[in-house]
Nanobody
Framework: QVQLVESGGGSVQAGGSLRLSCAAS???????MGWFRQATGKEREGVAR????????TYSDSVKGRFTISRDNAKNTVYLQMNSLKPEDTAMYYC???????WGQGTQVTVSS
């Protein structure tokens, strides 16, 4: 059974940082993995992705230069380092496999001005 468990969310002031973790079981994070977010009343948005094999990363324009996705294969965990946070980054953050078949339960990030 595949489980993706996010952690690391919380409340922070604008300009602050958080690091989200996504611990996987029953599924290898060496596959393509992504972070998504959904703010209240808005559509889900792809934030970052890390591809299999090459570990190439891509980011949405809204987070490029501020967020970094990475993974630790030994810990089977994917991370999202979020720096220079803005109030508009407030959302529920989810990790998922790139094929969309496996999702975590989400972790809330709230950024106050």
């Amino acid at each position: 059974q595949v489980q993706l468990v996010e952690s690391g969310g919380g409340s922070v002031q604008a300009g602050g940082s958080l690091r989200l973790s996504c611990a996987a079981s029953g599924y290898s994070v060496t596959n393509c993995m992504g972070w998504f977010r959904q703010a209240t009343g808005k559509e889900r948005e792809g934030v970052a992705r890390i591809f299999a094999w090459t570990s190439t990363t891509t980011y949405s324009d809204s987070v490029k230069g501020r967020f970094t996705i990475s993974r630790d294969n030994a810990k089977n965990t994917v991370y999202l380092q979020m720096n220079s946070l803005k109030p508009e980054d407030t959302a529920m953050y989810y990790c998922a496999s790139c094929d969309g078949r496996n999702w975590g339960q989400g972790t809330q990030v709230t950024v106050s001005s």
